[in-house]
């Protein structure tokens, strides 16, 4: 929980303190590049910190996440322009990718399937905390000018939780010998960074239809190709093709997709248009977006009620309807600003997030193993970082091509009238998002509830005390 706080309270500070940031660096059209280049360098290192997990053990990547991202909280709170501010970010997006992940996975390792549920709601809770700690933190610290401090904060968290994992966490895993599949890494790296380039620069630092778009859409489509063939023949790939073959994973795999896109696609807009449209304060724009984060930990912790009830693919979709109800409220009622509807469409789609993240997760972890629960796992988050990447930069795009034919300059800034068009695209394309999101949970084969000793069975504990399995 201490770890998770890390990520958590990293993503609820910053949204609060992006006008201020602007503000002091410049450089309104390139902030989505504060979100992206974090995911990108977090979604790249999820598979690799998950296979690498699988056979060197948890403890020494999640420790390995912590330095770097302790590293990369204090390199941002140094920044001088936001070319650096960029690059910093993404320091601290390696070190996430394998925070998250890792402490996900080191509760399925420990706890069964009826017991996890009310784990990963202890874990969701962190982000609930953080949603009320975070706009606070952040919104204090944007209003006294002392914005640096929302990176600052995260050192004494990392040695925190540095300290109680290596005196806490211990385990046994099984040395042999390993080959790491670097062409894999490199290739989805490339792949990955020229695809995101594309996305936010199109249209802003060059023409749609262009050379360098070219480049960048067809270089990195040629990546994933040749990324896809190298996976075939490594020893040990780092995003195993059999993860994507099998139709529990697969799908779900796509769902996590799909709330990446959604959560980032509020989490990054929603303190902007409020603060922009009618001016309310960082403070209660973040608290606004918290709501979404308040919403998650409730519905995550009851989710284990439901799916030992209705089973995996019936809580999911309950959790997708409510989801759909969030960015539809705001598309609708974006040209009337309100922070109380605000917070109740954030609400909601929290709530919708909590019936299919966790549910949707665990049916992945429990159908796997201990030796390919950290790949599953890995696989799954990775997703969940693609499309909030992804995401992210389709939304900026969108949003920075509205702003450009709409916007009119005030006071060096960007006119409400703009950022209110901007948003209201910005929340509609969320909506496609949730809804082709519905449309893959849809496609989740019907896993039986699990009941009885099948629910409360321990799992293998080579996460914790136990030999791994060869």
């Given at each position: 929980?201490?770890?998770?706080?890390?990520?958590?309270?990293?993503?609820?500070?910053?949204?609060?303190?992006?006008?201020?940031?602007?503000?002091?660096?410049?450089?309104?059209?390139?902030?989505?590049?504060?979100?992206?280049?974090?995911?990108?360098?977090?979604?790249?290192?999820?598979?690799?910190?998950a296979?690498?997990?699988?056979?060197?053990?948890?403890?020494?990547?999640?420790?390995?996440?912590?330095?770097?991202?302790?590293?990369?909280?204090?390199?941002?709170?140094?920044?001088?322009?936001?070319?650096?501010?960029?690059?910093?970010?993404?320091?601290?997006?390696?070190?996430?990718?394998?925070?998250?992940?890792?402490?996900?996975?080191?509760?399925?390792?420990?706890?069964?399937?009826?017991?996890?549920?009310?784990?990963?709601?202890?874990?969701?809770?962190?982000?609930?905390?953080?949603?009320?700690?975070?706009?606070?933190?952040?919104?204090?610290?944007?209003?006294?000018?002392?914005?640096?401090?929302?990176?600052?904060?995260?050192?004494?968290?990392?040695?925190?939780?540095?300290?109680?994992?290596?005196?806490?966490?211990?385990?046994?895993?099984?040395?042999?010998?390993?080959?790491v599949?670097?062409?894999?890494?490199?290739?989805?790296t490339?792949?990955?960074?020229?695809?995101?380039?594309?996305?936010?620069?199109?249209?802003?630092?060059?023409?749609?239809?262009?050379?360098?778009?070219a480049?960048?859409?067809?270089?990195?489509?040629?990546?994933l190709?040749?990324?896809?063939?190298?996976?075939?023949?490594?020893?040990?790939?780092?995003?195993?093709?059999?993860?994507?073959?099998?139709?529990?994973?697969?799908?779900?795999?796509?769902?996590?997709?799909?709330?990446?896109?959604?959560?980032?696609?509020?989490?990054?807009y929603?303190?902007?248009?409020?603060?922009?449209?009618?001016?309310?304060?960082?403070?209660?724009?973040?608290?606004?977006?918290?709501?979404?984060?308040?919403?998650?930990?409730?519905?995550?912790?009851?989710?284990?009620?439901?799916?030992?009830?209705?089973?995996?693919?019936?809580?999911?979709?309950?959790?997708?309807?409510?989801?759909?109800?969030?960015?539809?409220?705001?598309?609708?009622?974006?040209?009337?600003?309100s922070?109380?509807?605000?917070?109740?469409?954030?609400?909601?789609?929290?709530?919708?997030?909590?019936?299919?993240?966790?549910?949707?997760?665990?049916?992945?972890?429990?159908?796997?193993?201990?030796?390919?629960?950290?790949?599953?796992t890995?696989?799954?988050?990775?997703?969940?970082?693609?499309?909030?990447?992804?995401?992210?930069?389709?939304?900026g795009?969108?949003a920075?091509?509205?702003?450009?034919?709409?916007g009119?300059?005030?006071?060096?800034?960007?006119?409400?009238?703009?950022?209110?068009?901007?948003?209201?695209?910005?929340?509609?394309?969320?909506?496609?998002?949730?809804?082709?999101?519905?449309?893959?949970?849809?496609?989740?084969?019907?896993?039986?509830?699990?009941?009885?000793?099948?629910?409360?069975?321990?799992?293998?504990?080579?996460g914790?005390?136990?030999?791994?399995?060869?």
């Amino acid at each position: 929980m201490v770890t998770t706080a890390l990520v958590a309270i990293d993503a609820t500070i910053l949204a609060t303190a992006v006008p201020t940031l602007v503000e002091e660096l410049g450089g309104f059209e390139q902030f989505p590049w504060l979100f992206s280049i974090y995911l990108l360098a977090q979604a790249v290192s999820v598979p690799i910190y998950a296979k690498l997990s699988d056979v060197f053990g948890r403890k020494p990547v999640i420790l390995t996440g912590i330095g770097l991202f302790l590293i990369g909280s204090i390199l941002c709170g140094l920044a001088w322009s936001m070319p650096a501010l960029i690059a910093f970010r993404a320091v601290q997006g390696l070190g996430a990718g394998a925070v998250g992940p890792m402490s996900i996975t080191i509760a399925g390792d420990i706890y069964s399937v009826a017991e996890r549920a009310t784990v990963q709601g202890y874990i969701a809770s962190v982000w609930g905390a953080s949603a009320v700690l975070g706009p606070v933190l952040g919104g204090l610290f944007a209003e006294l000018d002392a914005w640096r401090w929302i990176f600052f904060v995260n050192v004494p968290l990392c040695i925190l939780a540095g300290w109680m994992l290596i005196r806490h966490f211990h385990e046994n895993v099984e040395r042999r010998a390993h080959r790491v599949d670097y062409l894999g890494a490199v290739l989805l790296t490339g792949a990955l960074a020229l695809l995101l380039v594309g996305v936010l620069e199109g249209g802003q630092a060059w023409p749609w239809l262009s050379w360098q778009s070219a480049v960048a859409f067809g270089g990195g489509g040629a990546l994933l190709i040749a990324f896809g063939l190298a996976e075939r023949r490594a020893a040990e790939p780092i995003l195993p093709m059999w993860v994507f073959s099998r139709r529990l994973l697969l799908t779900t795999t796509l769902v996590s997709t799909g709330i990446g896109a959604v959560l980032f696609g509020l989490t990054s807009y929603v303190p902007t248009y409020l603060e922009g449209s009618i001016g309310v304060s960082p403070l209660v724009a973040g608290l606004a977006l918290g709501a979404l984060t308040i919403g998650w930990p409730i519905s995550a912790a009851q989710s284990g009620r439901l799916y030992l009830t209705l089973g995996f693919k019936r809580t999911v979709l309950i959790g997708m309807v409510l989801v759909i109800a969030g960015p539809a409220l705001l598309a609708a009622l974006a040209a009337t600003p309100s922070v109380a509807l605000v917070a109740l469409a954030c609400f909601i789609s929290g709530l919708g997030m909590g019936l299919v993240a966790t549910p949707s997760l665990i049916a992945a972890q429990s159908s796997v193993p201990w030796n390919e629960r950290g790949v599953v796992t890995g696989t799954n988050l990775f997703a969940r970082s693609i499309g909030s990447a992804v995401g992210v930069a389709i939304f900026g795009a969108i949003a920075n091509d509205i702003i450009g034919r709409e916007g009119i300059p005030v006071d060096d800034g960007v006119s409400s009238e703009a950022i209110i068009a901007a948003s209201a695209a910005v929340f509609a394309a969320t909506l496609v998002a949730a809804v082709v999101t519905l449309v893959a949970a849809s496609t989740m084969p019907r896993t039986p509830a699990p009941r009885g000793e099948e629910a409360h069975a321990a799992p293998d504990r080579a996460g914790a005390d136990a030999p791994a399995p060869a």
